[in-house]
């Protein structure tokens, strides 16, 4: 049908120029907060591109389903105020009649978000966590960067540092101030190697001093030595529980807990909330042709933002044992879907809300 072509092509352009505006923003807000944990040590700073383009990843189903929201707000907000939708209705056909050109052209969409939350959202946050992890778990002579002031793992010590090897395993100038049990310790030497003792390092110091002083109580003790060595970490660190937002969909039903099940009421609560959003866009887009339709979208971002504050709001609730998995789906999802069909029914068949008062006869 003609008409269909046509809304559909309006459809995917605004659905294209919308997306092509949240993507940068979220790219745009995304490397900030990259950068900002680069500069505190949490990410590598040669890994910042893959960090944020993994976290756009997982940003990507809100953002289409508040792409294509908005795309069919916007376009039949517009058919209304340029009388098209006087035409379709002349011709016979009601606001439901809508739903099947509009699903046609979101059916792919919806399918992608579900995908995207299901199986791409676990494994970008389970990749992300493993470039942490693998960044956190170097060792401390690792860490240092010539001619920088770098913390170690632990937070006790302050490494120095003024020229490194190629292999990383040996320096020059090397500073050290370690602050443990009381005692704070400021070690310098010319010349330093690291050695691997069982599952720990040493730094093997060469020619350097040693300073070392109490917190509580008076005085300094002054060495030197040819050789010292200094523990700066151990190989392996123990492993840590894998969270829930980086488990597989399948492993989170496997290991139904409350906080796996609240993850999983997250992940099918995006894929459901597509699907009600193209119900409620159908349902809201009917506007007075000479008002404007800014009120339109105004009332879309704020029901978008309502209906996801509602769903981090179940995951709390549902992890914390509050409210079970099935009773919220329910509640939240079929409640939203039953609204907007009622609301839908509403603008179809000119419902009034409005209670008449019978006229009284005089007797």
Same mark, same amino acid.
């Given at each position: ?193 690291? *050695?691997?003792?069982?599952?720990? $390092?040493?730094?093997?110091? #060469?020619?350097?001093? =040693?300073?070392?002083?109490? +917190?509580? @109580? ?122 907007? *069909?009622?609301?839908?029914?509403? $603008?179809?068949?000119?419902? #009034?809300?409005?209670? =008449?008062?019978?006229?009284? +006869?005089? @007797?």
């Amino acid at each position: 049908m003609l008409f269909h072509s046509s809304i559909r092509k309006e459809l995917a352009r605004s659905f294209g120029a919308t997306l092509v505006v949240l993507v940068t923003i979220v790219m745009t807000m995304t490397l900030i907060r990259t950068l900002s944990q680069a500069n505190r040590g949490s990410v590598n700073p040669q890994e910042v591109l893959m960090v944020m383009g993994y976290s756009v990843l997982g940003y990507l189903p809100p953002i289409l389903t508040l792409c294509l929201f908005i795309a069919i707000v916007g376009t039949l907000s517009r058919m209304y105020r340029d009388s098209e939708m006087v035409i379709w209705f002349a011709s016979g056909r009601g606001l439901s009649s809508l739903l099947s050109p509009l699903f046609r052209f979101a059916w792919p969409i919806l399918l992608v978000v579900t995908l995207l939350a299901l199986v791409i959202w676990p494994w970008a946050n389970q990749q992300t966590q493993d470039m942490k992890e693998r960044y956190g778990k170097r060792g401390d002579l690792e860490r240092v960067a010539p001619g920088q002031f770098q913390e170690s793992a632990n937070g006790t010590r302050v490494f120095f540092l003024d020229k490194d090897t190629p292999d990383n395993k040996s320096g020059k100038n090397i500073f050290i101030s370690t602050l443990e049990r009381g005692k704070e310790t400021v070690t310098s030497a010319r010349t330093g190697r690291v *050695i691997a003792m069982g599952d720990d $390092q040493f730094l093997l110091l #060469s020619n350097g001093q =040693r300073l070392e002083s109490s +917190v509580n @109580a008076p005085g300094l003790k002054i060495s030197e030595f040819e050789e010292f060595g200094n523990r700066v970490g151990s190989r392996e660190l123990g492993s840590q529980d894998t969270p829930a937002k980086a488990r597989s969909t399948l492993a989170l039903m496997v290991d139904p807990t409350r906080p796996n099940l609240g993850e999983l009421a997250w992940r099918l609560g995006l894929a459901l909330a597509a699907l009600n959003f193209v119900v409620i866009a159908v349902a809201v887009s009917s506007v007075n042709p000479r008002a404007g339709r800014s009120g339109n979208l105004v009332f879309a971002l704020f029901a978008f933002v309502v209906y996801y504050n509602l769903l981090n709001l179940g995951q709390n609730w549902i992890g914390s044992g509050q409210v079970a998995l099935g009773r919220f789906m329910l509640g939240l999802h079929g409640g939203v879907l039953l609204l907007g *069909i009622l609301w839908l029914a509403k $603008q179809h068949n000119n419902w #009034s809300l409005r209670w =008449r008062r019978k006229a009284q +006869v005089p @007797a």
